[in-house]
Every structure is written in C-alpha cells, then in structure tokens.
C-alpha cells in the first residue's frame, strides 16, 4: 500500500480521500435500503393487509348469518368490484400474482433487482358452514413504494455525492494551480543542472512556492556568478599552464637542442675520422639521434612550436602527416576548415590541443584501420571530431588525456564527449566561438 501512495500525483492525493468518502457514500445508501427497505415495506402495507383481513372476517360473519350464503357470496363479488390490492378469489382458482412495476420504467431495472422486496402477499380463507368457498387475498402493488425508495436512494447519493463533487473539483483547481508553480521551479531547477541560470522561473503560487521560487531565482544568479568566477579560472589556469609548457619546450629547445646536435656531430666525426667505423661510435650516433627524435616529440607535446608561424590549420595538417608518417598503415581521411587562423591563441591552442589528444589515443591504443578527423566552424560553434574503427575497449571513459583536455574545454564553455556508434569509437567536442576569442589583430 505504502508503494502505491507513492507512485501517486499531488493531485491524486488529494482527490483519492474525496473519492474513497463518494464510494462510501454510495455504499452507504445501498446498505441502508438493503437493511431498512423489507421493514419499511412491510409497515406501508400493513394497514392495507388489515383491511384485506377485516373484510374477510365480515365476509364470513356475514355468510354464517345469511339465509342464502352463495347468494350473499355472489352480492360480494359483484361489489367488491376491481380493488387494486384486495380481492376475493374462488376456491380452485390460481392465486394471482403483481410484478413490482419500475413506475412506467422511471426507476432502473438494477435498483428494482437489488431490493429486498418480501412477499407481502395475504390470503385469508372464506368458508361457509365447514366447507371452504374461496379466501380473500391482498397483492399490494409495490410501484409507488419503490419510487419512493428510488428518490430515497437519489437523496441520499446526491446530499452526500455531490458536495463531495464540488469539492473535488475544488481540489482540482487548487491542485492544478500549486502543482503548475512548482512544475515550473522543478523545470527551471533541472535547467540550472544542466548549466543554464537565465532559465524563467515565474513567481506565482502561493506564498510558500513564492519564496521556494524567489529563492531558487538568488541561487541562480550565485550558481551564475560562481560559474563565470570558475570559468575566468580555469581559463587563468590553462592560460598559464600553456606559458608554463611554452617555458619549458623554449628551456628543451634552446639548451638541450644544441647539446643534442652536438653530441650527434661529434659522434658522427668521430666515426668517419676512425680508420674503420667503429661500434660504439655508430651506436652513440643512433642513440643521438633517436634522443633528437624524442626531444622534437616532447616539444610538440608540450607547445606546437609552428603553430603561431603557420597557423591553426597548418599545424593541424603538420600534426596528421607525422600520424601517417607514424602509422603508414592507417588510412586518414580530414576535412580541416581553412578559416581556423582567425580563431584566438587560448582556442588554437585548445582545438589543437583536442585533436592531438584524439589522435595520439588512436596511434596508440585504438588498433584502427581507418580514422576520421575533422575541425570545422559551424556557425557560432568550432566542432572537432576524431573517430576510428577500432574495436571497443573494455571501459569507454576519459582517460588522464581526455579528462585534461575536457577541464579545458569546459573553461571555453564547450562540451567534450566520448561515444561509441554504428562500430565506430567518436570523440566530439563544440566549442562556442565568441566575439572575444576571434583574433582581430
């Protein structure tokens, strides 16, 4: 019971008290016809019944008194006449019988079945000397009776039904007039959830809503201030973790590119200044170059060096030739939008960012034969997308690399996301496109 009242709508609580009191009124009134009705039957016809026992008593008296008695019966006959209720029947003739008529069909056959209507039938025995000649019976019509009972009924299921059904539909007005106040709050709640703390949330409804809405109104006008607080952070933030990268991928390239060409010039001399090429000079040569190698990939990982000399869309298409450079057997298919220098550093470096994110996780963990990269401006949006076919992992979740490129994200107001459709493992991110982040110099 207890599960069932709580599925149950605001304004099925309040009407289901009105309903259960209409029920028991209904229920009510049948009872009492059910347990009154045979007495009260029996009382309004009482007299009726008496009368049919008096006239037989007479009839007898008098036929023990008359000289003639069957001609005295036959005077009786012919003047008692059509009576209604009482009338006088020959021995050997059938008893009649008196259906309870519905009072021209005006009361519903269902009521009439549903009454207690006893046998109020009498039959009063008429003899003359010792032999009986016929009796006297009563078969009351009970048409009026149960007209009467009907309106009763009526009565009764009206006088307790239908204040009940004013008040409920009362309840239904002030119910739906609450519950729509509150809709809008839970409506406008939910919206704050989401990150949108201009939704309307109108203050109407009774006091109490009224302040619920008021207040949920100052929270969010807080939520908003706080979430712009934590954005302008957060852009703070990767603002200077980009400086801080840039510091050191110009400490890498200034000091340990020289020292690394060094060591690879000294090292090839040394090999092509020996008589015969000697082992461990030509592996110190390798193990230069392969540190050089590393060292470009450190730098471009920690700040695209060419990205403000060759702009947003050229450091991308730099950053898909060393995928294949890397991954011959890849097959990249990209559609890099030619407008993306415009954009400001802070989203160039985001976007580009984003897309080396998603397409290291392919080179190195995806297992693909075909991947899709595309960054184009849609709009007042820049979409960035890169999906392979590779097969789906155990866990389809952010690794460390997404879960930062998402922070970053979400300080520019963007979405990142990671799906799996149609065979296919999708990282999508929208970055709104402001006029503040267009570079106008």
Known sequence: MRKVWDVLSFRQRLLLPI????????????????????????????????????????????LKASRNPEETLDAFGTNLGNAEAVGYLRAGTAAPTRAARSQGGRVPAWFVSNLAIPDLAKSYPVDIGAAPVGAIVFTPDLSADIWEKWMGFLAIVSTGSLPMLFAAFGTHLVAGRTIRPMEQLGTGLARMREGDYDAVIPLTGPPEIRESCREAKQLAATLKQLSRDNRDLLRKLVSLQDEERRRIARELHDEMGPL????????TALSESASEPSAPSQRLAEVAEALQQANKRILQGLSPLYLEELGLSGSLDALLRDARTRAPNLRIR?????????????????????MQEGVTNVLRHANASHMEVSALIDGENLGIEVADDGPLLPDLKFGRGLT????RVRALDGKLELSRENGRTTVRCSLPIHPATLDRS
């Open 404 to 407: 930062g490129m998402s922070e």
């Open 19 to 62: 309903a259960a009191m209409i029920v028991s009124a209904l229920i009510s009134g049948a009872v009492a016809l059910l347990v009154f009705s045979p007495d009260q039957f029996e009382y309004e016809n009482e007299q009726e019944a008496g009368s049919a026992r008096a006239v037989a008593n007479a009839l007898n008296a008098a």
């Open 334 to 354: 990209s559609n890099i939008g030619r407008n993306l220098d415009g954009l400001d550093g802070l989203l160039s470096q985001t976007t580009y960012r984003v």
């Open 260 to 267: 690394l060409f060094a060591i690879r010039a000294n090292a």
